[in-house]
């Protein structure tokens, strides 16, 4: 969950960037801004969620995992390989 919640932390940033208010991203993903928000801190989100937040930013989710740093620490190979495959369906 930890790295989950890391990649939902990274979207205010993100959004901010792209001049975009909660609600605007939120109607674009199909989410709640109330949703979106606790999304934003880590609080509540899903990779599904994850994926159609940086999808709906332009941003490539697969490419922010692969230049991530950390990736090379990452504890569980298997759970890497699962959720790219999910996030490239």
Same mark, same amino acid.
């Given at each position: ?8 932390? *990274?979207?205010?940033?993100? *959004? ?5 208010? $909660?609600? $605007?991203?939120?109607?674009? +993903?199909?989410?709640? $801004? ?6 934003? *801190? ?7 969620? +994850? ?7 332009? +941003? ?15 504890? $569980? *190979? ?12």
């Amino acid at each position: 969950m930890q790295v989950l919640y890391s990649y939902l932390r *990274r979207v205010k940033p993100l *959004r901010k960037e792209k001049n975009l208010t $909660q609600i $605007q991203l939120a109607q674009k +993903v199909g989410i709640t $801004q109330g949703y979106l928000s606790l999304a934003e *801190r880590g609080r509540s989100g899903d990779w599904g969620t +994850v994926k159609k937040l940086y999808k709906a930013l332009g +941003v490539s989710l697969i490419d922010t995992i692969i230049a991530d740093n950390n990736l090379q620490d990452f504890p $569980q *190979r298997k759970k890497l390989r699962e959720l790219i495959d999910f996030l490239t369906r």
